[in-house]
């Protein structure tokens, strides 16, 4: 039977091991800044293979992101450790990775990152132009996390595609991207910014694949 | 009772017991799939046939997750026979679904899904890190890695089942699901509509212009109900 004195220190004890127990499993406050970045496809599927290529004229992609984090580094029990941070411009960077897509697909795409789909690009700018293509971003966010011998390191972009075809919009989406990726050594900064890399590029492909499916680069359907 | 109308009730089960035996994988046998004409929910075009039915019941969702998403995620599993002579595409970005109002919802992505069906590994870990004074602190590290193992296989089952882009060659028909999120977060689907209406924007073809679908879809039915 435990004594009143052995009792008496066990609370202390006890009050400790809660105490960093919550330090241990809740979000500590701290973040942790990452760079972006976004690296060419190898290719795509064609989705313009006719003598004329489509031009494009790609837009900056709003942020519609519900945090402004772009994920969280996870402790041993599960908890946040550190939130993700970044001060990159993640639009511009979407615009970048959906201007290399497109024309890994066969169209002619050029950067416009200072406008948006949404808003009135004069019509001067727009000359020779078939398209106008733009989009949302709703989430893009990478985690790591402790596993039995290894880091899982999980990542995601989730957006949706606006294209501008003769006067009329058509918004395309949800298009996701997600990349798992195993790290054997804990994972650096560099690491989650090649998860997000590795989500962004998935998520480009899709949106071809998608833009094709969609067929808004040909013609209406049929009923 | 018809030979049809015994076709019609043995569809729901199969339907279930199939997505059951493939893991909840899509699926490409049609003859584990049954005829178009056993889906009581259904749209046909030029020798496609698009059927779909919700599943809302638990029993039924568990056959698809160990945890249930939550009664404001809805199932819909869509069954595409192609029974014309062209290849043709489906993307989950063409199809939404309408409500009595008229709003219409776009698919949630997978991993939204699966975020639904994450286990809170902190949570188990911090019970097992406090009951045993911290000395217990490895069991509740190997505790969180166990359920971060699970949700990782989550990620991979949801992925699996979700129908996000197929193709489909002549004589083929695949079943794989589609998820909605009803407006606002956390009403509960099959108390807030009786019925939906799925649309089908566009479904590309090889050599011919796309084919377009519209449908209602009962709330009420699905595997192992009865439908109206």
């Known amino acids: 039977m435990m004594s009143s004195r052995s009792r008496v220190r066990s609370l202390p004890q006890m009050g400790a091991v809660v105490g960093l127990a919550f330090a241990m499993l809740s979000a500590a406050g701290c973040s942790m800044p990452i ?3 976004y690296s060419p496809l190898a ?5 313009a293979t006719g003598p004329t290529r489509p031009r494009a004229f790609v837009t900056r992609f709003s942020d519609e992101r519900k945090g ?4 969280e580094i996870k402790n041993t029990l599960g908890g946040t450790a550190k939130k993700l941070v970044t001060t990159d411009d993640v639009g511009s960077l979407f615009a970048e990775a959906a201007t290399d897509a497109l024309n890994k697909a066969g169209l002619v795409a050029h950067l416009h990152s200072e406008r948006t789909a949404e808003g009135d690009i004069p019509a001067a700018e727009l000359a020779g132009y078939d398209l106008v293509v733009g989009g949302r971003i709703k989430e893009f966010e990478v985690v790591s996390q402790p596993g039995w011998d290894t880091l899982k390191v999980t990542s995601r972009a989730v957006i949706e595609l606006g294209v ?4 009329k919009t058509e918004w395309i989406g949800p298009i996701e991207g997600t990349a798992e990726r195993r790290e054997v050594s804990y994972i650096q900064s560099q690491g989650l910014t090649n998860g997000l890399d590795s989500a962004l590029q998935n998520c480009m492909r899709n949106m071809i694949k998608h833009l094709k499916a969609s067929g808004v680069l040909e013609s209406p359907p049929a009923n | 009772m ?4 015994v076709s019609a009730r043995l569809a729901w089960p199969l339907g279930a017991v199939c997505a059951v035996l493939c893991g909840c994988s899509s699926d490409r046998d049609w003859a584990a799939l049954g005829e178009p004409n056993n889906y009581p929910h259904r749209a046909s075009l030029e020798g496609v046939t698009v059927a779909a039915e919700a599943w809302t019941r638990d029993e039924d969702l568990r056959t698809l997750f160990d945890k249930l998403p939550g009664k404001d995620v809805l199932a819909l599993r869509l069954v595409i026979f192609n029974r014309s002579s062209r290849s043709l595409q489906f993307s989950c970005t063409q199809a939404k679904l309408v409500l009595p109002d008229g709003t219409e919802l776009r698919p949630m992505p997978a991993s939204d899904v699966m975020k639904r069906l994450e286990a809170n590994e902190a949570a188990a870990a911090a019970v097992i890190y406090v009951a045993t004074l911290g000395y217990g602190a490895a069991i509740s590290a190997a505790v969180a890695a166990g359920e971060g193992e699970k949700n990782w296989k989550r990620l991979r089952a949801t992925k699996k089942c979700t129908m996000e882009l197929v193709t489909l060659d002549p004589n083929e028909a695949l079943s794989g699901f589609v998820f909605y999120e009803s407006p606002p977060p956390g009403r509960d689907w099959e108390k807030a509509y009786r019925q939906v209406e799925l649309r089908i924007a566009r479904m590309p073809r090889t050599g011919a ?3 377009a679908f519209a449908m209602n879809v009962l709330l009420s039915a699905g595997p192992g109900k009865e439908s109206e």
């Open chain 2, 2 to 5: 018809t030979r049809g109308a």
């Open chain 1, 164 to 167: 501008r075809k003769g006067g």
């Open chain 2, 209 to 211: 212009l796309p084919l």
């Open chain 1, 35 to 37: 760079s972006l970045k």
């Open chain 1, 68 to 71: 402004e984090t772009v994920g």
């Open chain 1, 43 to 47: 290719a795509t599927e064609a989705i």
